[in-house]
């Protein structure tokens, strides 16, 4: 019986040519662009699921309040990480790592610049899941100056995994021993790294300040359950350990400092997730976002919807054309099951070919999608473990319910109504068919407004008024390297025809160098007059190399002693010192630490800088106050609009006479600042290409609709010619109807696109409005692409010659 059916849905579809490869299209289609989303969502949810005890791993984190400042921290004090494990017996480990900065590895007679090094604790290994190929993980960062390496990397230094015992050269004085060689950390992970330094190595990982957080800090409990209980043990935690150093530092306690409305807590986080649910100061890479995750998901859905939606849509159009087949079928002896199997399977079988095309599809796209999405997807075998029973299931689902409503309404049919041509309810009475309609043309108009809103506001990032100039700034990194030789090699840098100015510091509105401190309005440690900005260290070539305007006071100035105690401040800290005209006002800076009030040094306020943007638009520009000073993190040169190849030689050429060893690391501001947008550049062009294809597929949909509707009413299109109706009249009456739909599709769409997309846009601090041209530009091209969609086959009608379709009557 199987047999009998599957041979006869294939004759079905053989003799249906057009009406098969438009579902088969678009169902292909819809199923291929649902396997990539799903891949990138896959992708995105499994982050730090390799380890084996992901579920009882927990990542510690602060959050700090002093005065009026807030600051949510993914890191904690240095001798947490210990102390958890001796108050609570249900914490089975806990590990530490501190990211070691940059540094250059010797290589034969070459230094590379390396900047994937951590530092990190012995019980790295007891806690993640990194598995060693060669040396002993209960030992291997045991000692000073060992080091425990990827893969990757000693095949990079040595040519060969077995690297153990051999020894590596950090900074040309700093010598350390291979101890372990371990498997490359998987993409998937919140933290990449390729140097493992011992914590042992580094000396401030002994330090008992419990005032300070800047250990990314690692719990693991002997059960998931544990985190409750530990999360409510914290603040007698703090109050016996922090509670002691803060009534010796500050001369408070923890009731006095959060009676003042100040407090910082400890807090847990499940390590799976940090990635799509973390965002804070401290992070050791950049996270995801789990928003485009539920977006992504959202439209994979839909698209697949649109796809099924077509399928029920042309099937039930084309029912008057198979009634007959059911009626003589019911004389026959067929009972209503036997058809509504042979309609089921024709559909399966359908979603059966279009699954095998979508999955070859996928595969061909998948090295295009990776390199629209910043992914490295692959189908291996772990894919197929899960994939192969999931496009089963769609096999199977997709195709019953898209061919459930035709197998249904077709096996109902009366043969003596369809016998005698009582029954012609193909396009006509297609109350459902509309409302498929109006849903596919609601999503995509959807997609359409959330696509211009996701450009305009990219556009926007692009040409805002960031308060400083970023073009044509070339950024010199890791200038430390030189030593004491930095300062020549700035100097030496402004005697070249083509720069027009340079300055030295690490704190860049583009770099990843950031640094808080604490200040005060008078010297009475008041936290109610406390600020917790950005401090940065700079020179007196800052603010005109960078194209920053000073709106109040001066600038540093090199020669004069006094700046040495001098600071300038943003708007944004004016405004919350609320001074009124703070020039030569003083301010007093914290000696001790972050959170420590230590020596009061005053300092005195020379001038006030235009805000300008140093984190991503989705934050409100923050307190800064430049202090003066040197910072040799990096250099920022100003190049003039010339031979600017001819410029950058030179520049190179002053690094080498330097710094032979070590090879120049340079980038442009412009390109750093683009970077820091690239996740929504990436989903801006991923939107581009889903919305192309809901379109796509939509209006296979559609086209095919407007085919059958233009050959049942052949008979009366031939009629209406005769009597003198022209083509432009018969196009506009086959129209309307699907016009009507796309009209009411965009009255839908419209305050649901605002909505959706009003709240995309709130996590930007600084955004465009959704003008009204969006919608209507939205609005306008889907009835522009519905009308050409439809008018193709409406045009063929309206010219075909009325004797062909009249000649039977």
């Not at 796809?307 to 087949?325: D, I, K």
């Not at 692009?462 to 990194?477: A, D, E, F, P």
Request: net charge positive; charged share 15%.
């Amino acid at each position: 019986m199987l047999k009998n059916y599957i041979k006869t849905a294939f004759r079905s579809l053989y003799k249906n040519k057009g009406f098969a490869a438009i579902n088969i299209l678009g169902l292909a289609l819809g199923l291929a662009s649902c396997l990539l989303i799903v891949f990138y969502v896959v992708d995105e949810l499994s982050y730090d699921r390799y380890n084996v005890k992901s579920d009882r791993i927990f990542r510690i984190g602060e959050d700090l309040k002093l005065g009026e400042n807030t600051v949510h921290y993914a890191v904690a004090m240095p001798p947490l990480a210990k102390t958890l494990i001796a108050e609570y017996p249900y914490v089975e480990d806990a590990t530490r790592l501190k990211v070691a900065g940059t540094t250059h590895v010797r290589k034969g007679s070459s230094n590379i610049i390396e900047n994937k090094l951590v530092f990190a604790d012995a019980s790295v290994f007891n806690v993640f899941t990194l598995p060693m190929i060669s040396g002993d993980p209960k030992t291997a960062l045991a000692e000073p100056n060992s080091v425990v390496i990827t893969e990757t990397t000693a095949l990079k230094y040595f040519n060969t995994v077995d690297a153990v015992g051999k020894p590596i050269l950090f900074n040309d004085h700093e010598n350390f021993k291979v101890t372990g060689v371990i498997k490359d950390v998987p993409k998937t992970s919140h933290f990449n790294f390729d140097f493992f330094l011992s914590m042992e190595s580094f000396k401030d990982s002994r330090s008992n300040e419990w005032l300070r957080s800047d250990y990314n800090t690692y719990v693991l409990l002997k059960s998931p359950a544990d985190s409750d209980k530990l999360q409510a043990g914290f603040p007698l935690l703090l109050k016996k350990f922090s509670g002691r150093q803060m009534q010796n530092d500050l001369k408070m306690s923890i009731d006095q400092f959060e009676k003042s409305g100040s407090y910082f807590r400890l807090n847990l986080m499940p390590l799976t997730s940090i990635h799509l649910k973390s965002n804070l100061t401290g992070e050791l890479g950049p996270n995801g976002t789990a928003q485009y995750v539920y977006i992504f998901s959202a439209i994979a859905l839909f698209i697949l919807l649109i796809a099924c939606v077509n399928f029920m849509n042309l099937s039930t159009a084309r029912s008057s054309n198979r009634a007959r087949e059911v009626g003589v079928r019911k004389v026959l002896g067929s009972s209503r099951k036997h058809l509504i199997f042979q309609f089921l399977s024709e559909s399966v079988l359908v979603t059966l070919i279009a699954t095998i095309i979508a999955v070859l599809g996928a595969y061909a796209l998948l090295p295009l999608f990776n390199e629209l999405a910043g992914k490295e997807l692959v189908i291996n075998s772990k894919t197929l473990i899960w994939l192969i029973p999931v496009l089963l299931s769609i096999v199977i689902v997709v195709g019953s319910i898209s061919g459930s409503y035709p197998a249904f309404f077709l096996s109902a049919f009366q043969p003596i109504d369809v016998l005698k041509g009582k029954l012609s309810a193909g396009f006509k009475g297609g109350g459902l068919r509309s409302y498929l309609v109006v849903f596919q043309f609601t999503v995509s108009i959807i997609l359409i407004i959330g696509t211009l809103v996701i450009y305009n506001q990219l556009n926007f990032i692009q040409t805002k008024n960031l308060g400083y100039n970023r073009s044509q700034v070339l950024i010199v990194k890791n200038v430390n390297e030189l030593n004491q030789q930095a300062a020549v090699f700035k100097k030496e840098l402004t005697d070249i025809t083509g720069v027009e100015g340079a300055t030295m510091t690490g704190f860049l509105p583009t770099a990843g160098w950031r640094n808080t401190r604490i200040y005060f309005k008078d010297a009475t440690y008041d936290q109610k007059k406390s600020l917790f900005p950005q401090s940065w260290n700079v020179d007196a070539d800052y603010i005109p190399t960078l194209g920053m305007k000073i709106i109040a006071g001066r600038n540093f100035q090199k020669d004069n002693l006094n700046d040495s105690t001098a600071v300038i401040i943003n708007e944004s800290a004016a405004s919350f010192l609320q001074l009124g005209n703070p020039i030569d006002h003083p301010l007093y800076q914290s000696q001790g630490g972050e959170q420590k009030a230590g020596n009061i040094k005053q300092l005195h306020i020379v001038g006030i800088v235009k805000d300008f943007n140093f984190n991503s638009l989705r934050d409100k520009i923050e307190p800064v106050i430049f202090t003066y000073g040197g910072n040799n993190g990096a250099i920022a040169i100003r190049l003039k609009g010339g031979n600017l190849p001819s410029t950058l030689s030179q520049i190179k050429a002053q690094w080498a006479n330097l710094s032979p060893n070590v090879q120049i690391d340079y980038s442009f501001m412009d390109q750093d600042f683009d970077a820091s947008y690239r996740t929504e550049q990436r989903i801006g062009k991923i939107f581009i290409v889903f919305t192309s294809l809901a379109i796509i597929i939509a209006c296979l949909g559609l086209f095919g609709l407007a085919a059958y509707a233009a050959e049942q009413r052949i008979k009366e299109i031939g009629i209406r010619k005769i009597l003198g109706a022209n083509v432009s009249a018969i196009v506009g009456m086959l129209s309307m109807n699907f016009m009507k739909l796309v009209f009411i599709a965009i009255l839908i769409a419209s305050p649901l696109a605002w909505y959706v997309m009003h709240i995309w846009l709130q996590d930007f601090a600084y955004r465009v409005g959704i003008q009204w041209w969006v919608i209507t530009s939205a609005g306008l091209a889907a009835i522009v692409i519905a009308f050409v969609t439809i008018s193709f086959q409406s045009i063929k009608a309206a010219l075909s010659n009325p004797v062909k379709s009249l000649r039977s009557e």
